[in-house]
């Protein structure tokens, strides 16, 4: 099924050659000569219905950049290719912080149209194959607290401070005494025996809010890790504290 486009552009000649240049790559555009306005219902009331927006800049009610911003006011994810014959580099930066995600300046080449809309629907296409997925831990700083798939932890002040402690650096294995000095300092009464302890309990709590991971690995001998999954882009799934 041909990829469905959408041009606003109220020049008959620019939008006669984009739309010849277009369909000749197998894309199926809807030219419109629109008012701003018109255009973000038309976008708006089907936002599944185009691939991507051709947008020229100078149209009879205002400026393109206002679509722009508004679409992504609305949370539109839709590609913006915008079309102008204000090449400067103000203009075009502009254009890219408002929401557009190409910027091509008039007079253009149909070949580098054509080549400028085919990056942009594979990048659109790259960046919404692979969902993003919420983070498995969540910090909040400042209440000293930790969020674990969505469900805040019922910690200790100890148990939040091994936590907080194994977070920051998932993978390394921590000792005991260096446990014991992060968290504890200098209390006199603090043993190998009490950081096994909280351990112990605060594993039963991660336990309890994600029973199908076990996020705390004991190394015998040496003392404790954080083992975090990898996310669908291969990084840790924690949020940094």
């Keep these: 099924m041909p990829t469905p486009l959408l041009l606003v552009e109220d020049d008959p000649a620019i ?21 701003l306005r018109e255009a973000l ?35 539109s994810a839709l590609p913006i290719l915008i079309l102008s014959a204000r090449g400067e580099e103000m203009d075009r930066v502009l254009g890219l912080e408002l929401g557009a995600d190409d ?46 798939a969505g469900h805040w932890l019922k910690l200790t002040r100890r148990e939040y401070g091994v ?34 302890t909280h351990v112990k309990t605060l594993r039963a709590k991660l336990r309890d809010a994600r029973p199908d991971l076990e996020l705390i690995v004991t190394h015998r001998g040496l003392g404790y890790s954080l083992d975090l999954p990898a996310t669908n882009d291969g990084h840790d799934s924690r949020t940094v504290p």
């Design 103 to 148: 910027y091509l300046t008039k007079p253009f080449s149909p070949r580098e149209l054509c080549a400028r809309v085919r990056s942009l629907l594979r990048r659109s296409a790259l960046a919404t194959s692979v969902p993003s997925e919420p983070p498995l831990f969540e910090h909040d700083a400042a209440g000293g607290r930790l969020r674990l």
């Design 163 to 196: 936590l907080h402690a194994l977070l920051r650096r998932p993978g390394k294995v921590w000792s005991r005494e260096q446990l014991l000095d992060a968290v504890w300092g200098d209390e006199a009464d603090s043993t190998d025996r009490t950081v096994d």
């Design 41 to 75: 219902q038309r976008v708006l009331a089907s936002p599944r219905r185009y691939s991507a927006l051709v947008l020229d800049l100078g149209l009879p009610d205002g400026n393109g950049l206002d679509l722009c911003r508004t679409l992504r006011r609305h949370d």
């Design 15 to 35: 939008a006669h050659t984009v739309v010849y240049a277009l369909q000749r790559e197998g894309f199926d555009v809807d030219h419109v000569l629109l008012l």
